[in-house]
Nanobody
């Protein structure tokens, strides 16, 4: 069974930091590009960041550039999202997602809630 399991979400004050993790199992992790998406009831799901299979290239939404960093550890089958200088507008459910290098169906985790509030 393929599983993507996010962790690390929670409540943080504006200006604070949080690190999300996504542990993958049931797949050949190094064959997949990995992404983080986020979604709120008021906004459509949006891409936050993605990273290529070996971690050699990254991409970020304009709203998080300079504040968020995506990384991966293929030996541990895990992708991370380091979030710094958090703002209330970063509040959302954050989802881990995987796409095989050959294409096909995108895979999704269950999501983890991030709330930025004082």
């Amino acid at each position: 069974q393929v599983q993507l399991v996010e962790s690390g979400g929670g409540l943080v004050q504006p200006g604070g930091s949080l690190r999300l993790s996504c542990a993958a199992s049931g797949l050949t992790f190094s064959s997949y590009s990995m992404s983080w998406y986020r979604q709120t009831p008021a906004k459509a799901r949006e891409l936050v960041a993605d990273i290529t299979r070996a971690g050699g290239s990254t991409n970020y939404a304009e709203s998080v550039k300079g504040r968020f960093t995506i990384s991966r550890d293929n030996a541990k089958n895990t992708v991370f999202l380091q979030m710094n200088s958090l703002k209330p507008e970063d509040t959302a459910v954050y989802y881990c997602s995987a796409l095989h290098w050959y294409g096909g169906t995108r895979l999704w985790g269950q999501g983890t809630q991030v709330t930025v509030s004082s």
